[in-house]
């Protein structure tokens, strides 16, 4: 399985300000992923990152608070803008490397809003 | 909508039994099954996949998936304290050449005990 690297690994942040998360994959892949894992909770899937096109995001999250970029087939990145408190939580980019096989997780960031 | 059911437990097995685990989905369009562990502070960690009804063997892990009914679970044989983890079960919409985001259940948290 590919291997996917995360930056930052955590961070604390003050509300109002903007984080961008990136993730890298030492191969190309077609799909790639964005989750949040709050407190406690399971993955909820955010947006999907296809490279050349926009992000296709899920209902209950927005281009405006979290815009992607997916520059190339290895590369991508999340920001979370005009942070709250409530968006305290994991956040994990996965794969998926194609032929429907299974999606692959990277090791997450851990972001603390205060 | 897509949802995942399991119980979140815990659910407390001894050491060397069979700890199973369950879920069920409501989308009969899925077509996909994943098991994923989760480690406390760790990301998800692919366990196995199944596409077709019936069992599917991996070591001491076996899926079994039932469309008709909605099912699928996970079985772990010889039960060891290492496998103290939170499973989650996900499903995903499309299988084969295509690829979509994955609904994950809130996940059940299994303890081996010694």
């Known amino acids: 399985s590919a291997v996917i690297s995360q930056k930052p690994s955590r961070d604390i942040c003050q509300r109002g300000t903007s984080l961008t998360i990136q993730c890298q994959v030492d191969s190309q892949v077609t799909m790639m992923f964005w989750y949040r894992q709050q407190p406690g909770q399971s993955l909820t899937l955010i947006a999907t990152?296809?490279?050349?096109?926009?992000?296709?995001?899920e209902s209950g999250f927005v281009i405006d608070k979290f815009p992607i970029s997916r520059p190339n087939l290895t590369f991508s990145t999340l920001t979370v803008s005009n942070m709250s408190p409530e968006d305290s939580s994991i956040y994990l980019c996965?794969?998926?490397?194609?032929?429907?096989?299974?999606?692959?997780f990277g090791p997450g960031t851990r972001l603390l809003v205060l | 909508q897509k949802e995942v059911e399991q119980n979140s437990g815990p659910l407390s097995v001894p050491e060397g039994a069979i700890a199973s685990l369950n879920c069920t989905y409501s989308d009969r369009g899925s077509q996909s099954f994943f098991w994923y562990r989760q480690y406390s502070g760790k990301s998800p960690e692919l366990i196995m996949f199944i596409y077709s009804n019936g069992d599917k063997e991996d070591g001491r892990f076996t899926a079994q998936l039932n469309k008709a009914s909605q099912y699928v679970s996970l079985l772990i044989r010889d039960s060891q304290p290492s496998d103290s983890a939170t499973y989650l079960c996900?499903?995903?919409?499309?299988?084969?050449?295509?690829?979509?985001?994955?609904?994950f259940g809130k996940g059940t948290h299994l303890i081996i005990q010694p």
């Open positions: 990152a296809n490279q050349g096109s926009e992000a296709t995001y």
């Open positions: 996965s794969v998926d490397q194609g032929l429907g096989v299974a999606q692959y």
């Open positions: 996900a499903v995903n919409l499309n299988s084969g050449g295509g690829a979509d985001g994955l609904t």
